[in-house]
């Protein structure tokens, strides 16, 4: 792999996503080298690695990093989606006629190397912008037919409504509804959808219903787009919340990329507090009857607080964070059919009796506490919440604090009969395009 060493941060470049786009071994235009059995673009003068805080990121725009820690840690957290499907890696049917498997943000590529061991019938394709060690992938999971490219996907941009789309925070609840779609949509494209909405408001501009027409040009304009050169028979994206803002762009994408009959799926998952003992100021659900003493500290406020900060931090970047992208509404505006959702309860610690329970429920804790600082850190530290931009070492004490209370709670010294029933909630959504489309 030909790998720049990191680079020193340089805020003074503009980095926009369109730039950033390259050619894709996929397409037409492709450029590749054979790395072991895969293949990967490899135009390293175009990729990036940003020093930023101790952590190195792939690009100026997405929140999270893409160094080994974090690859460590989706590396156990892919093996945690696994389990809950009790081994499965995906609740579509993949068949003999399965044969292009698309895995969108691939990260390190567990996935796409699992799927291209276990269905070898198929050729998988990993799209990343960032550069990830996939050789280690590889070595642990086994060769197969991937395609490894690096492209940035995100073609559409940031949401530009940012002061109604703050505004919406202040009624946005995470714990109590963190899947709710109408909070987080996009205000821009809710009021292109909305056509009363769209005579009060005369400054948006209506897309043109088709490529613009230039009689001096030959080609058509190229409209934003991933433009794979063969269509798909499953695209599939997981743990990729706060990625773009227009949700609907991208799975009208999808849509455009599937064969006919071919499926979309998404997987990610969403913290649920557990129960907590009855407070009037808790944001949280409180569901238990028994009642705080006076005084007493609420068991999750250092993490309450990360969380509703980075929620805030992430509207404020433009990509809001939650699992809203996952609603059903999405798929059925883009076309899909047959959808449906599977969802699993993953234990928080090792609080089952069930031994493999016990043991997917510790992986769990590693990956939730690993994940508070890179879900963080550079939303905090570079947008800040609706009160201040934080440094790192505020940001980094937080989540020593939320730590120290995860642990504490799974543990059961806040409260032995609580620490029961703590659980994560797993989802994959899928969605069909219709045979005859
Ligand atoms: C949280 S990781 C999940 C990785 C992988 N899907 C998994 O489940 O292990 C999100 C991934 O999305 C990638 N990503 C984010 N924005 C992207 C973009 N605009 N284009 C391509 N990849 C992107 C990141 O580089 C990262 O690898």
Redesign the pocket.
């Known amino acids: 792999m030909d790998e720049e060493p990191p680079q020193p941060d340089d805020p003074g470049r503009d980095h926009t996503?369109a730039q950033n786009k390259r050619a894709r071994t996929d397409s037409d235009t492709s450029t590749s080298v054979e790395s072991l059995e895969s293949t990967r673009t490899l135009e390293s003068e175009d990729l990036e690695f940003i020093n930023e805080h101790e952590r190195v990121y792939?690009?100026q725009?997405?929140y999270?990093p893409?160094d080994q820690s974090?690859q460590d840690r989706?590396t156990i957290?892919?093996q945690v989606?696994v389990y809950a499907l009790k081994g499965q890696l995906t609740t579509t049917k993949v068949t003999p006629l399965t044969s292009r498997i698309l895995?969108?943000?691939?990260?390190?590529?567990?996935?796409a190397v699992a799927m291209a061991q276990r269905y070898p019938h198929a050729e998988v394709v990993g799209?990343?912008?960032?550069v990830?060690d996939i050789e280690t992938t590889e070595e642990d999971g086994g060769t197969g037919r991937v395609t490894w490219e690096i492209?940035?996907?995100?073609v559409w941009g940031v949401e530009e409504e940012m002061d109604e789309l703050t505004s919406r925070l202040e009624t946005y609840n995470p714990f109590r509804d963190p899947a709710a779609r109408n909070l987080t949509e996009s205000p821009s494209r809710s009021r292109l959808r909305d056509p009363e909405s769209q005579s009060q408001s005369p400054s948006i501009t209506l897309p043109e219903s088709g490529p613009s027409f230039n009689p001096y040009m030959l080609e058509p304009e190229v409209q934003p787009g991933w433009h794979f050169s063969q269509p798909f028979d499953l695209v599939h994206?997981?743990?990729?919340r706060g990625?773009?803002a227009y949700w609907e762009d991208v799975y009208a994408e999808i849509y455009n990329n599937l064969r006919p009959g071919g499926w979309i799926e998404i997987?990610d998952y969403e913290l649920v507090l557990p129960e907590m003992p009855n407070s009037t100021s808790q944001p949280g659900e409180t569901t238990d009857d028994a009642p705080m003493h006076p005084g007493q500290q609420l068991p999750f406020a250092a993490l309450i607080k990360l969380y509703k900060s980075m929620m805030e931090a992430s509207f404020k970047s433009g990509r809001p964070l939650g699992t809203y992208y996952m609603h059903p509404t999405y798929l059925e505006d883009a076309g899909f059919k047959d959808i449906r959702t599977t969802f699993v309860n993953v234990p928080v610690g090792q609080w089952p009796e069930d031994e493999e329970q016990r043991k997917i429920g510790k992986m769990f804790l590693i990956i939730l506490l690993e994940s508070l600082e890179p879900h963080s850190l550079r939303l905090l530290t570079r947008h800040g919440d609706a009160e201040k931009i934080w440094s790192a070492e505020e940001v980094r004490e937080c989540v020593e604090l939320c730590k120290k209370e995860i642990l504490d709670w799974s543990e059961g010294l806040v409260d032995e009969r609580r620490r029961e029933g703590w659980c994560a909630n797993f989802k994959w959504i899928i969605g069909r395009k219709s045979k005859n489309a």
Not at 151 to 154: E, K, M, T
């Open positions: 996503a792939g690009n725009s997405y999270m893409c974090e989706l957290q892919h989606f895995d969108l943000g691939t990260g390190p590529g567990h996935w799209v990343d912008m960032a990830w492209d940035d996907l995100d994206l997981r743990a990729m990625t773009f997987a």
